[in-house]
């Protein structure tokens, strides 16, 4: 075993690396990066090499004692105890060794010192003979070190150890990374080689995307070529199914359009060419446009049907289902012409019922309301007195008393546009007298409006299938009863009154009307305007002819000359007569009226002759003064003031004129004062 110390000093160099504290001083050499030995003798001072102990070399020296186990002369326990690979014996080499001399030292480090041998070995009582010999035996051989120093021979057997298995292990690790390396290798050619595989697949992929593109473009300009075609020749399952059994919503007047349009187009085709697919197409467009038109005519009749329901309002159904759905009867009217009539005669009918049950019903609500009565007695010449004694002897007093000749408030039906019509309940609850334009404006207003309403209707709903001629005849034959009832109403009101005012309150409302209905652009209702206006317009002409004859009556009652004595004539009054004070009120009423009237009116004519037998009555009235001009003219004046003082706040053209006359009268009379 100290042979292998001797050969690892005669190797080792000069410098050992230094141990860690933690360790105790060994002999065993720490091999360097510059030796291959895996031994290096170094000493601590202060210490006896005997008093080294046994350390494992690290891990670093398998290299090493890897290298010195192929030397010739190389030292190891295992390698001396091998009888094959030293014939010589043991003691043999040992004296050999202790021969050389230090010039036949392989190395300068390599020189025996005396203290070198100055070991003790525990060989078990064996020889060196013996212990060579022992190869197999040399892992059972225990070698006991002194206390005080360990044994070198056990630190070195138990390095070898150590470093086979180290050694094995690194064998394992080496095969088992070129294992792997091979499976890299072997990865990495079939990568290879599917990348070039893949590359040809790419080229060729890339071949087939440019066939495929130019197979497109030629698909599409085909295509755009003949989609036209197939599309009218041809009609798509969706449109079918919707057409013969899916719902009717809002798309459904889309898909009849739609069959409607390749109709057109197949018999223009038929007219041009005949083909077999043409001829194909031509029975399912007819089955198409059958059923279409069954459908269409329930629908249309479930929707009349409802029209008839009680207490239904009709515009919600005309604007809900009918006008929303305003298509189906153009296309009915298209295909079948005769059926599409028969529902209008129907539909006619049915509005023509139900406006004449909704008005005759509100004409008796509205007769519930009661009326000033203004008789003939209400004229200008009759005195209050004998008219109430006239009254009462009568017993045509059924309201409270009113005044025939002053507007008053009136007036404001004419201006309130926007207030409505009375209902029915209202008017058959009301308990107040009123004069005749209320009854009159609440039904026109109300048949204004609902005929207005129904000729947008059936001008929206039956065109352009319709003319509006024939839209128009329809019309008349709705409203025809209505319009009658109207105007037996109107008749009915104005016959016996002699309100002048009540009739020209009527004939403005009734303008009105006419004015709304050319703003709404309804002229079918022009021709019962008009005859409203036939009404109204004679009988105002009949009640101022009324007031005229009165006023002449009154006229020629009166002396032409004074017959009175002097003392009688004295008593006379120079006050405005009484029928100067009610000529003033009526022709205020009038003038307010007749702010937007011209002088063409009859109403103008009217208060001209009245105006007329006035001023002839006053005239002839002055005459009662006798001699004195004075106070005659004091008379005329203070009723021509009278007069002029009332209309004063009248405005318009009508208004105007007539300010100017009695301007001019009293000023004349007034100078004559």
Same mark, same amino acid.
């Given at each position: ?15 050992? *690396?230094?141990?860690? /504290? ?234 009849? *359009? ?6 057109? /187009? ?37 929707? #009349? ?10 515009? #919600? ?55 000033? /009565? ?11 007195? *004998? ?94 009863? *209505? ?19 009540? #009739? ?24 019962? /305007? ?59 009423? #009038? ?83």
């Amino acid at each position: 075993m100290w042979l292998d110390r001797l050969a690892g000093q005669a190797s080792g160099s000069g410098s050992s *690396t230094p141990q860690s /504290v933690s360790r105790s001083y060994s002999p065993l050499p720490r091999r360097t990066s510059s030796n291959l030995s895996p031994y290096v003798t170094s000493q601590r001072q202060g210490q006896s090499p005997r008093g080294s102990s046994l350390s494992l070399v690290s891990s670093e020296s398998t290299a090493s004692l890897l290298a010195s186990s192929r030397r010739p002369n190389g030292s190891g326990l295992k390698q001396s105890s091998a009888p094959a690979a030293h014939p010589t014996s043991s003691i043999e080499t040992l004296e050999k060794l202790l021969r050389k001399t230090p010039s036949s030292a392989p190395t300068a480090d390599s020189d025996i010192l005396d203290s070198d041998f100055d070991l003790d070995f525990d060989f078990a009582g064996l020889s060196l003979k013996e212990l060579a010999a022992s190869q197999d035996d040399v892992d059972a051989l225990s070698i006991t070190p002194k206390p005080q120093k360990p044994s070198d021979s056990q630190a070195n057997m138990s390095t070898d150890d150590s470093d086979q298995a180290k050694f094995e292990d690194l064998h394992r690790s080496i095969n088992a990374c070129d294992d792997i390396l091979n499976s890299v290798e072997t990865n990495l050619t079939s990568f290879r080689n599917d990348l070039a595989s893949v590359a040809t697949d790419i080229e060729s992929l890339q071949d087939r995307s440019a066939a495929l593109n130019k197979r497109l473009e030629n698909r599409k300009e085909i295509e755009k070529a003949l989609s036209p075609l197939v599309e009218e020749l041809s009609v798509s399952p969706e449109i079918i199914t919707k057409i013969t059994t899916g719902h009717i919503d809002e798309t459904w007047p889309k898909l009849l *359009t739609e069959l409607d349009r390749r109709a057109s /187009v197949h018999q223009k085709k038929i007219k041009e060419a005949q083909s077999k697919a043409t001829s194909d197409l031509g029975p399912l467009l007819e089955k198409l446009i059958q059923k279409a038109v069954e459908r269409i005519r329930d629908v249309i009749v479930a929707q #009349i049907k409802a029209l008839r329901s009680p207490n239904i309002n009709a515009q #919600i159904i005309q604007q809900q289902n009918f006008l929303k759905f305003k298509d189906l009867y153009t296309f009915l009217h298209k295909h079948h012409s005769q059926l599409a009539e028969e529902i209008a005669l129907a539909y006619m009918n049915t509005m023509r019922w139900y406006y004449l049950t909704q008005f005759t019903r509100y004409e008796k609500s509205l007769g519930k309301i009661k009326l000033h /009565v203004l008789d003939k007695n209400d004229t200008l010449n009759h005195e209050e007195t *004998t008219r109430m004694a006239s009254v009462l002897s009568t017993a045509r007093m059924t309201g409270p008393p009113h005044d025939a000749f002053n507007i008053g408030r009136r007036i404001d039906i004419v201006r309130a546009s926007e207030q409505p019509a009375l209902s029915s309940f209202l008017a058959e609850e009301d308990k107040a007298t009123h004069y005749l334009e209320v009854p009159f404006r609440s039904f026109n207003l109300a048949l204004i409006d609902n005929a207005a309403a129904e000729y947008t209707f059936l001008a929206t709903y039956f065109s352009p299938s319709l003319s509006f001629s024939h839209i128009s005849k329809n019309f008349n034959y709705i409203f025809e009863p *209505t319009f009658e009832l109207g105007k037996s109403l109107s008749k009915a009101l104005i016959s016996d009154t002699y309100d002048a005012l009540g #009739i020209l309150i009527c004939i403005r409302l009734n303008q009105h009307f006419a004015f709304e209905l050319q703003r709404r652009r309804v002229p079918a209702v022009d021709s019962y /305007v008009n005859a409203t206006n036939m009404l109204l317009w004679p009988r105002l002409q009949v009640i101022m002819d009324r007031h005229c004859e009165s006023v002449r009556q009154l006229t020629n009652a009166t002396p032409a000359k004074a017959s009175k004595s002097t003392a009688e004539q004295a008593k006379v009054s120079a006050a405005p007569h009484q029928v100067t004070q009610r000529f003033g009120q009526l022709l205020h009423g #009038i003038l307010s009226l007749s702010v937007d009237a011209g002088d063409d009116e009859p109403v103008a004519a009217g208060l001209q002759r009245l105006r007329t037998d006035l001023e002839a009555f006053l005239t002839r009235f002055g005459h009662s003064f006798g001699s004195d001009k004075r106070k005659t003219a004091r008379f005329m004046y203070n009723n021509y003031s009278l007069i002029l003082t009332i209309i004063s706040d009248t405005t318009g053209k009508l208004a105007d004129e007539q300010q100017r006359h009695f301007e001019e009268l009293k000023t004349a009379y007034q100078d004559g004062d």
